[in-house]
């Protein structure tokens, strides 16, 4: 795992381990005990190097031991066309815990990482599309190279890296959520056992 700071992290995919050290960074960052936990999987099915967001969203909404909310798919994608008014009805009610999850172009060298930063992601930026950030946790996919043709570079990227990635980081996601239920657990079982140990120490000493 490379920390690139102190609140941006960097892991490729290719990495060994790297589903478990994304699983970790994950379980650090979500907040999976909020009431109104949303992941936005942003993309289409009609570019290869795009259909990164909606590949993890399928494979998570297949996932029935995933309870949380998934926006995006390969079958209903979220992208530049529907975003805006998606995500007005996202904050119709109380105000929701949003992971964005998106594709992204950068430097030859980073192909294949997968980043983890705090904050909204901005969606479209790779094709220099102006459109609202999005989110309060953004996981970017670098799928090819970035600075020039953009589009046609998402368009003309292998299959292959973007599902790969896309795999280990909805894998790494259901990690992180089986985790949590275990450290819940056992936390749980830890506060049972010290309030009965505290009880029988307490009828012991004032009997």
Known sequence: MTQASEKN???HYEQTSAVWELSEILLQLIPFDHEKLIFCCIGTDRSTGDALGPIIGSQLQQ?????????????????ALNIIDRQ????????????????CLGESTAIGSILVQPGPLYPGKAVNKQLPPIGDLAIKGIVNIGGFMEAKVLSNTRLHVTYSMGDKIARALLLAWQRHLLKRKNNGYHNSYNNNRWQQIGYTDFR
């Open 63 to 79: 996932t029935f031991s995933f309870p949380f909310e998934i926006v995006g798919t390969l079958q209903a994608p979220l992208h």
């Open 88 to 103: 007005k009805q996202l904050y119709e009610q109380q105000e929701p815990y949003i992971v964005a999850i998106d594709a």
């Open 9 to 11: 992290y960097s892991i």
